[in-house]
């Protein structure tokens, strides 16, 4: 791959490297500028040998996309895969630190120790963007799934339902070319949880495993209510405290537009008697046992102040 045309004012293997962002072969460099100018870049410190004879401004080494381009470049046998697949689909998932790559048996590859190799006889499908090689992100969730450490996975699995990295109808299309998965029943478990009705995670987690038991058993779910003339729909509703509990995801309640009409859904709610709490994801996965505690102590406040 040769490099683009450069710019019109001269600038430094280092510049160039920093305004590209991207790795760039070293003979390429070389041609371009000379062996000793970039020999000096890679002793500044400045730029870095990413892969054998890929260089990349240090500035940008530990991006994830200048990583997976690097992985492709040196290597077009191998494909990105696992949580660094699912980063360059939802960057809004966590960077992880090494990458994984998935490549065909019988050929091997002896790699740094950044990047995790995985030889498979059937390769899952993939696609190239952005001069990336990786797997299709339902593909990607169950190399995630199958390196993560057992307690990290189920969160590995919502957290990727949650930025609509794929599809359950697509992970279950990538479960059945699967043949060998750690913890498979538990993940077929987890994707059973959306086929009966749920329609994002944040219902799923409320649902199964933070609003449940005994104790929640007077709350009605997804309750059709006539209000300010306005037929809504509320996530959760204790009739007797008249409590409503609303799932606030960001795909529907991120914006201004969403936020005002939520304050404008409270006030009527409120007006009409009725109380409303919000949770958002981070609340039920990271403090569940807190927003339990908080709906059941406002339903026996209200239920003592109506007696």
Not at 120 to 140: D, E
Not at 164 to 180: D, F, K, M, S
Not at 232 to 259: K, N, P, S
Request: charged residues 25%.
């Amino acid at each position: 791959m040769s490099l683009p045309i450069r710019f019109h004012e001269p600038m430094s293997v280092v510049e160039y490297l920093d305004v590209t962002a991207a790795p760039c072969l070293r003979r390429d460099l070389e041609r371009e500028w000379s062996r000793r100018a970039v020999l000096n870049a890679l002793r500044s410190d400045a730029a870095t040998a990413l892969l054998p004879q890929l260089i990349v401004a240090t500035a940008h080494a530990r991006k994830a996309g200048v990583r997976a381009q690097a992985i492709t470049l040196w290597s077009p046998q191998v494909v990105v895969t696992g949580a660094l697949a699912l980063h360059l689909e939802r960057p809004e998932l966590a960077e992880p630190r090494t990458a994984d790559v998935v490549v065909q048996r019988p050929y091997t590859i002896r790699a740094p120790g950044w990047i995790c190799v995985r030889s498979t006889v059937f390769m899952p499908p993939s696609r190239t963007v952005n001069r990336i090689r990786s797997v299709y992100p339902a593909f990607a969730l169950l190399d995630a799934w199958r390196r993560a450490e057992p307690s990290a996975r189920k969160n590995i699995f919502y957290e990727a339902m949650w930025r609509r990295a794929c599809t359950p109808e697509q992970l279950l299309v990538a479960l059945a070319t699967t043949p060998r998965l750690p913890a498979r029943r538990r993940l077929e478990v987890l994707v059973a949880r959306f086929e009966d009705g749920a329609t994002s995670p944040l219902e799923v987690v409320a649902h199964r495993e933070v609003f449940t038991g005994a104790a929640f058993a007077s709350f009605e779910r997804q309750v059709q209510m006539l209000v300010a003339g306005r037929r809504r729909t509320v996530d959760m509703f204790h009739r007797r405290a008249m409590l409503v509990v609303e799932l606030d995801g960001d795909t529907f309640h991120g914006g201004v537009a969403a936020q005002y009409s939520d304050r404008e859904r409270n006030t009527d709610f409120a007006a009409a008697g009725y109380l409303t709490l919000r949770f958002g994801w981070r609340d039920l996965r990271d403090r569940p046992s807190w927003c339990r505690e908080q709906v059941l102590r406002v339903v026996a406040t209200r239920l003592r102040d109506a007696a």
